[in-house]
């Protein structure tokens, strides 16, 4: 367990270390090119001393209400480790899980793994889709608006989440992503909507269309958000009637759910959606697999916009939200497009970046 660092700062450090981090790497990107040698030396020792430094930061942080439901999986671990047996549950791959690890390591080591389900994806859809350029697409990743929230508090939509995404690194093979995919519905239920999203690319993939789709989004909420609120409770999405009751419940004070057309949040979102818009209208870009990923994103975006007046709608946001750094700088990864296509990579960092950090001190500090 990790007694430096105390409990109260244990978030501050971490973004604060990535506002360094993120400055740092713009700075490599203004006075080296991308295939200095330098600069490839750099981005590989940071990455995998990101990517091991994270996984044991996240997973042997102190058991503490201050990680939020933290507390209730050690309260399910613990029962497990005494021998109680699964119940009528939902997500039971997720508990077939938990109580195996229960009966052969300590709680800090099942945390750890967890961290590991979470982060290690990261990487590898990363490292699988732009080689040695993968360290910007990860630190993305890991700078991200919900990253800390999915990796200490929501870890099962987390963990269910990146297993999509290791799915996704073996596009290629759809045997085995779709068995990434079959575990991710089976830790958590809602990735039945973007793997959904996903297998419909498969048959109409314009992303043209999904984004004028997208668009007309924004209005029909404004105008209908709760009849769209009312028939997606109604329909009980997700088998269990949990996204249901996200749909319908009251929102607990002081917990991260603000109700209202959240403008903000839409801001951050369209984030992914401004980026596709720019390499599919003003550079032509056109990548098979960028376009599934990208009208994936659209299709799950869209009907967290349909819902976003709910209570809980951020449960809906993260079904899109945790796809936004591979979305966002995938072209840049792909096609040289910028004079100084380098620095350009830096900026887009910091400026995806600075979402997180100013909502943390201005918004919420």
Known sequence: MNTLV??????????????????????????LSVNDTKNLTFINFSGYFLLVTLILYLGQRPIHWFFGDMVNYIVTFDNYRLGEEIGEVNDYGWH????????????????????????????????????????YCFVMFIVSFSFWTYGVNGMRNGAATSLFLWGISYHRNKVVMGLFFLAATMFHKTLYLPIFAFIVTYFYNDPKVFLKGWLACIPLSLVLGGIFISIFSSLGFGGDGRLSGYLTSQAAEGTFSSTGFRWDFLFHSAFAIFSGWYFIYKKGFKDKLYYQLLNTYLICNGFWILVIKANYSNRFAYLSWFMMALVTIYPFLKQESFKDHHFMIGKVMV??????YFMYYLYWG
């Open 6 to 31: 105390p409990i109260e700062l244990y978030y501050p450090l971490y973004i604060n270390s990535a506002l360094f981090l993120v400055l740092f790497t713009l700075l490599h990107t203004r006075v």
């Open 351 to 356: 400026a995806y970046f600075s979402f997180t």
């Open 96 to 135: 077939v899980f938990m109580k195996t690890l229960a009966t052969i390591v300590s709680a800090h080591t099942f945390f750890t793994i967890c961290a590991f389900i979470y982060i290690f994806p990261m990487y590898k859809v990363s490292k699988s889709l732009f080689g040695k350029y993968w360290y």
